[in-house]
């Protein structure tokens, strides 16, 4: 079942009757070949690891080790790795993962192993939920928010501008499937709308919009028909939302809704609470001189991952001041979870089998008001995950004029943005970004503050079973109290 288990007479020089537990070590991110070496191989032997049965890009292997500390790092296709979501230290020979491994009468000093991806076989881990879980007290938790709370309301959306950079606006006047097109080449999920008559921005281009022109066009009776498509404006589209937004998404909110903005001197607090209360992935940051308001400058997207960032750069060095930054994540109200046996969720975890078809992907994805969804098989095992981003992939070579939504899968909806540039939300190549229930909040705010991160999907280790899903506008909502 499993490979390459390390002998205990090899490198890891345990005296005669010495205890050694076996020990399973868990590389989750892929390659080809995947090794490990370590303090307990001495470092100069490579161990082979194996993928596991039914998820390639997860490998492990079994080694014995002797009671106390043990430093280890993967050889990954060539290149030495360390797991980022263990425990690490920088040594002489770079940064390396660290394991205490118990023995008698042995109790490690200093060291948290609750958030390992490493399953002691003597001693396998409880039900998480049974675990002894730090808890923070109502005080602590005040004091956190409110701290962070006061450092966003100090600091202003001026500070959000890159050094450098391009924000790219679209005519109203502008065919739709012209406009989709460049959003797709461009690589970016969404642009800001301007009228040339009316001398302002007056909204936002995104995925949405993209969804539901393509369900639309799906529709029998459409008044919108692909030929259309070649010349309909977004000016005209807009106008017609209203009537197909209260038939798919139930709301009936009057269109079009004034542009939700920002100025670059409004604080970071309002900032975020504006992008969370009209439920959009960003707004843009519009200066103007006048007192009208006339000539605007469009400077930047203000996203809740750029305040984010904000706040993790702040208190990078200062964590100790925000004791929740400690806390793990499955310890506080945080995101959606799959719920357990015999429990309810008021905030369900929609999931998608890659056989699904994209039609209903897309209905669900309106209907959960959610920006993406996990796909998994048929063990709940995480696959892949599908967003309102990856629509505008069937911009390429006009796709979306050649297929119907329910005919297409998931999986080859997918398939078609693969030859493309990396798509917005993926980080170091990598479109899935996971954590796992034992991570602190603090290093899933580090992750969640990469561009275009919207999510981190939460899975167990090993099997990659998703456990449940953290989205920015969770994160914001705890930390503001709302």
């Known amino acids: 079942m499993f490979s390459s288990t390390l ?18 070590f868990v590389w989750p991110y892929g ?15 490579h161990v082979p690891m194996s993928p596991i049965e039914g998820c390639a890009t997860v490998f492990q292997v079994i080694c014995n080790l002797t009671p106390g500390y043990h430093q280890y790092k993967f050889f990954v296709d060539g290149e030495w790795r360390h797991d980022e979501h263990q425990p690490f230290v920088t040594a002489n020979g770079g940064v390396v993962n660290t394991i205490f491994i118990t023995g008698p009468d042995m109790v490690p000093t200093g060291f948290n192993s609750s958030n390992m991806d490493v399953d002691d076989f003597s001693q396998r881990a409880a039900d998480p939920s049974q675990e002894s879980i730090p ?13 962070i709370s006061a450092l966003l309301s100090n600091r202003t959306a001026y500070e959000l501008l890159p050094e450098s950079g391009k924000v790219i606006a ?35 281009l995104g995925p949405l919009d993209f ?27 807009k106008e017609g939302k209203a009537h197909i937004s209260r038939q798919y998404d139930g709301i009936g909110r009057q269109y079009p809704r004034p542009l939700v903005q920002v100025g ?8 975020a609470l504006k992008i969370l209360q009209n439920k959009v992935a960003a707004v843009p940051v519009i200066y103007s001189s006048l007192q009208d308001g006339s000539y605007p400058q469009l400077l930047h997207l203000a996203s809740l991952s750029g305040i984010l960032k904000c706040i993790c750069r702040y208190f990078r060095h200062s964590s100790s001041s925000l004791p929740i930054l400690q806390q793990p994540i499955c310890s506080i109200p945080l995101g959606s979870w799959v719920p357990r046996i015999g429990e309810s969720s008021s905030k369900p975890l929609a999931t998608l089998r890659p056989n699904a078809s994209l039609g209903s992907a897309l209905s669900l994805l309106v209907q959960a008001q959610v920006s993406s969804i996990p796909v998994v098989d048929d063990n709940d095992s995480l696959i892949d995950i599908y967003s309102r981003s990856d629509i505008t992939a069937l911009a390429k070579d006009k796709a979306y004029a050649q297929i119907h939504l329910d005919d297409m899968t998931v999986h080859q909806a997918l398939q078609l943005g693969q030859d493309a540039s990396p798509p917005y939300g993926s980080l170091n190549g990598q479109r899935c970004q996971m954590c796992l229930r034992s991570d602190s909040l603090g290093k899933v705010m580090e ?18 079973r998703v456990e449940g899903i953290i989205s920015l506008s969770d994160v914001f909502r705890f930390l503001l109290g709302l």
């Open 7 to 24: 002998d205990n007479s090899r490198g890891n020089s345990a005296a005669a009757g010495q205890v050694v537990t076996p020990t399973r």
């Open 31 to 45: 390659g080809r070949r995947v090794y490990l070496s370590g303090s307990f191989t001495r470092w100069t032997e």
């Open 135 to 147: 808890r923070m007290s109502g005080g602590d938790l005040e004091m956190s928010r409110h701290r």
């Open 170 to 204: 679209l005519d109203v006047n502008l065919p739709v499937k012209q406009a989709f097109h460049i959003l797709y080449e461009q690589g970016i999920p969404l642009a800001p709308l301007w009228d040339f008559g009316k001398g302002q921005f007056v909204g936002v």
């Open 211 to 237: 969804i539901l022109i393509l369900k639309e066009l799906g529709t029998h009776g459409s008044n919108l028909t692909e030929e259309e498509l070649e010349t309909h404006t977004i000016a005209a589209w």
């Open 264 to 271: 670059p001197y409004d604080n970071l607090k309002d900032v």
């Open 447 to 464: 992750r969640l503050a990469n561009p275009g991160v919207r999510r981190l999907v939460i899975v167990e280790a090993g099997s990659k």
